[in-house]
């Protein structure tokens, strides 16, 4: 079965700042989905970034960018210019490409300081 | 209006009450799918449905029970609530062809307290 760790359960950075969020997950397949979600106070999960394996250029979405390293199996997210708004839980989650469902890490809740 | 609505979005029950949770979509997805999330364990399947007819169990399924009443509403049922039930649960759904195959939306959450 697959896996997604988060090994960074809490982070924090400056407001203005960047900072990069961990996610490492186990699976024998080959092709497969990997996405970061974004749980802010409201409890709303809001996707940020999706990444395709079979794609090797890293998603960017804005600010946000993913670096996929498929031989690791490491899947990190870094935030630019931070915002007190991107105050949030991050979930990393994975598909398999055939299969149906989604396995989600444990989460890193990210703190923005003015 | 939102896409994945949940009702109620709080609730706080007793030891042994039944407790329904539902969810509804409009978004035309045959998928639906029922999470708990717990601190510091991110979000665990409960149940999912591939259409009305198709329910599976997902990680955690003892304890809950599911009703797919339509292709756009998914209930999650605990029988005899306990207090370990107590968690945040999401109902989420994802289309079967394209992007919307890659990627689940989410309702807003149901808080749940068992005392």
């Known amino acids: 079965a697959q896996t997604v760790t988060q090994s960074q359960p809490e982070m924090s950075v400056q407001e203005a700042e960047t900072v990069t969020l961990s996610c490492t997950y186990d699976?024998?397949?080959?092709?497969?989905?990997l996405f970061w979600y974004k749980q802010p106070p409201s409890r709303q999960m809001i996707l940020v970034i999706r990444?395709?394996?079979?794609?090797?250029q890293n998603a960017t979405e804005n600010r946000f960018s993913v670096n996929f390293q498929k031989a690791a199996k490491s899947f990190s997210l870094k935030i630019s210019d931070s915002q007190l708004g991107d105050a949030a839980m991050y979930f990393c989650?994975?598909?398999?490409?055939?299969?149906?469902?989604?396995?989600f890490g444990p989460g890193t809740r990210l703190s923005v300081l003015p | 209006d939102a896409d994945v609505t949940q009702t109620p979005r709080n609730r706080i029950t007793k030891t042994g009450k039944r407790i329904m949770l539902e969810c509804s979509q409009t978004?035309?997805?045959?998928?639906m799918y029922w999470y708990r999330q717990d601190p510091g364990l991110g979000l665990q399947l409960i149940y999912y449905?591939?259409?009305?007819?198709?329910?599976n169990k997902g990680e955690i399924s003892d304890g809950y029970s599911v009703s797919r009443q339509a292709q756009a509403k998914f209930s999650l049922s605990l029988e005899s609530a306990i207090p370990n039930q107590t968690a945040l649960y999401f109902c989420?759904?994802?289309?079967?062809?394209?992007?919307?195959?890659?990627?689940?939306?989410f309702g807003p959450g149901t808080r749940l307290t068992v005392l």
């Open positions: 449905s591939f259409d009305v007819k198709d329910i």
């Open positions: 978004k035309g997805h045959d998928r």
């Open positions: 989420a759904t994802s289309g079967s062809r394209g992007r919307d195959n890659n990627e689940q939306f």
């Open positions: 990444q395709e394996a079979y794609k090797q």
């Open positions: 989650a994975y598909r398999s490409f055939r299969g149906q469902n989604f396995v």
């Open positions: 699976t024998s397949e080959s092709d497969y989905y």
